[in-house]
């Protein structure tokens, strides 16, 4: 028996990502992987965004190793531990105060869908209304609560129970040039329009999974206003596009919005271990003990790594200026990309180092992933039709890393497009 046909012969069908990557990995150091047989693979999905910071990032593994040797708590349910103490501390002195954001943090269960839960229910819970808008194309998760929110047609169908408590809203941009917000505004102020003023809208300001749309920070900000206008709140969904993915360590700074409710997940433990929280307001923390359970909230690990992530990476705005760079020198090679590769290949879109670019036709753009898997590169696709290629790889790969798999995907694009000679040359190589 080979070791793969043990996944064929137990795991469930429900398996995503392994079909499209058929290989038993077996170890990965920052943006590397290597599978069983010692194939070398560059990491450009990394955990969907959990790996911010890179497979076994050795400052974050010397932290958690520290303290399984000595004996420190592993799993407490909410109980007051040490390793808690120092993560909120943490997020005190080096996210919150010098960001002049003012929150209490809720542990939720450990996936992102139940930090969209807890969200949602306390929106609902304080402001006593049941309606939520959400956008289209969002993604918030799968259980059933986020899954009303989530646009996917496909993930919505597996629910098994109608889904509703939501309105969906055109995003920024969806129709063009049409004003979004305006619409949105017509349709919760009209008394006649059939929409139930909400008690939330939920957001991300760059939509992984719905195609790295990335809303505009005018659109942003009259979303804000239109809520404080009409006593909605604010959730901005920032699992996805958080913990520094976008250039700043949450996506909304640079808008300069502030959300009354934050989901946060992924990378936020750094580790890739599961680890997830809902920023509230603090005057809205109307939860009663336990309101919201579970058991897996205490994941001290978790805290651990999630507390040497902040100390080493946002104490200084240093980390923060190299993503910058760095997706400077990302988006300008996938602008010479698209331009290589018109009409195939149409757009740069995202922010940040979340980017992503649109083929005009997703079976071509399945084509493509594949083959840059051939080649060594895992990539991923999101968007409505799976249209778009998109860049996730840890925000500490080197410009070596993300110049040897550029290369890898534009040799894809050209096996499926079409030859013209690779010159990289005409690409600034900064100083990584
Ligand atoms: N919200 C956003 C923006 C996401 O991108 C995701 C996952 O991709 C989720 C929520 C759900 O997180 P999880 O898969 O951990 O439940």
Redesign the pocket.
Known sequence: MTVMEIFEELESNVQSYARGYPRVFSKARGSELWDQDGNRYLDFLAG??SLNYGHNNPVLKRALLEHIESDAITHSLDFHTVAKARFLEAMRDIILEPRGLDYVIQFTGP??????EAALKLARKVTDRTNVISFTN??????VG?LAATGNKHHRGAAGVPLYGTSVMPYDRYFGDVDTVDYVERLITDPSSGVDLPAAMIV?TV???GGTNAASFAWLQRLETLCREQNILLIV?????GCGRTGSFFSFEPAGIKPDIV?M??SLSGYGL?F?ITMIRPDLDEWGPGEHNGTFRGNNHAFVTATAALEHYWRTPDFANEVQAKADYLTNRLQTMVTRFLPDVLEVRGRGMMRGIRCADPKRAAAVTKKAFEYGLIIERSGPRDEVIKFLMPLTTSLAEIDEGLDILERALADEFGTVEINTSTFDVAAD
């Open positions: 969907a965004g996936t992102g869908t139940n930090a969209v969002g993604f918030h998760g799968v259980s986020s991300e939509q992984g999974e969904d920032d699992i996805q596009a989901t997940s992924k599961p997830a």
